[in-house]
């Protein structure tokens, strides 16, 4: 009985990320799973060309107030004894009703008085489930909210928005500065193109593009930093970074700056570390081909 415990330990594959002692989706979970040895995609050339070839890595995250507000997206964590409040949404039809539990002093993308996305992370600890919104504004309406078990590789349903573009939770795409601390991100990250496609892909749900140039990237496409590439030059919290683009590499998640990388604001961060990812350029990445993390064995959820 322990040598079989021990073999399906061993199938089951590393503990996925944590946060707030919750997993961060299960090890299956396609953020989760690396790409590093996942073929390349026929097209890779024209899409990284058509994103940006020569365009510089840009680490969206960071320490210390850009404009008044926090350098990343942040989140929030709260307990069983934090009420719910019922949100208004501008597109309600693709919005799970909740109700969410906001605090008053709910942390917000770009601080409170931010013009920007707006993006509120709630992970209520006791149920280990994903409260996300976008444009959440006091009072408490938004644009779209989505919510999810962080137990489940369960989809949004097909076609479906959520508080990002592409339909997926934003939690497991962001760069944490805990995870650098103890050495490795050990799943993929969340980035912005400019332009992107009338079209998604696993284990994306929803475009937001009336563009059909088949260079143009969908949302969903991962992309993952090239084994050749040297990162030991980096400074140590890039390095880290570097690291998990190769090994898990990044999914297109929103419009926006081509090549910026998410991440939670931190005021361990360097941002003078961050910004030597600048030296990184679209032609340092490569499309991955994917169709094997469609594997339905590898995403059961109730």
């Not at 942040?74 to 069983?80: E, L, Y």
């Not at 019922?86 to 693709?94: I, N, S």
């Not at 990002?164 to 500065?177: E, N, Q, S």
Request: glycine letters at 10%; aromatic letters at 8%.
């Amino acid at each position: 009985m322990i040598a079989l415990a021990v073999i399906a330990a061993a199938l089951a594959g590393p503990a996925p990320p944590r946060v707030a002692g919750c997993p961060v989706f299960p090890a299956s979970n396609a953020w989760n799973r690396r790409v590093d040895r996942l073929p390349v995609a026929p097209n890779s050339a024209a899409i990284v060309a058509s994103i940006g070839a020569s365009t510089g890595l840009h680490a969206d995250f960071g320490s210390g107030l850009w404009d008044g507000g926090p350098i990343g997206i942040p989140i929030t964590v709260v307990g069983r004894a934090q009420p719910k409040v019922r949100v208004r949404f501008e597109y309600a039809d693709e919005s799970d009703p909740g109700p969410y539990p906001i605090p008053a002093n709910v942390r917000i993308e770009g601080g409170r008085a931010s013009t920007g996305d707006r993006h509120a992370i709630v992970v209520d600890r006791s149920s280990c489930r994903l409260y996300e919104l976008y444009a959440l504004y006091p009072g408490w309406h938004a644009g779209s909210g989505a919510i999810w078990s962080l137990r489940s590789n369960r989809l949004r349903p097909a076609g479906w928005t959520s508080a990002d573009a592409a339909g997926l939770p934003i939690l497991p795409g962001l760069a944490r500065y805990d995870e650098v601390a103890r050495g490795a991100i050990r799943h993929a990250l969340r980035f912005t193109v400019q332009r992107t496609r009338r079209a998604y892909v696993y284990p994306a749900r929803h475009f937001a593009s009336d563009l059909t140039d088949p260079t143009l990237p969908p949302m969903g496409l991962r992309v993952r930093l090239r084994a050749s590439f040297d990162v030991s030059r980096f400074p140590r919290q890039a390095r880290v970074v570097l690291v998990a683009l190769k090994r898990y590499g990044m999914i297109v998640a929103d419009n926006g700056s081509s090549w910026y990388v998410s991440g939670a604001p931190d005021p361990r961060w360097s941002n003078e570390q961050l910004h030597t990812l600048g030296r990184v350029e679209g032609s340092d990445f490569e499309v991955v081909d994917t169709r094997a993390l469609r594997n339905p064995a590898a995403a059961v959820g109730p």
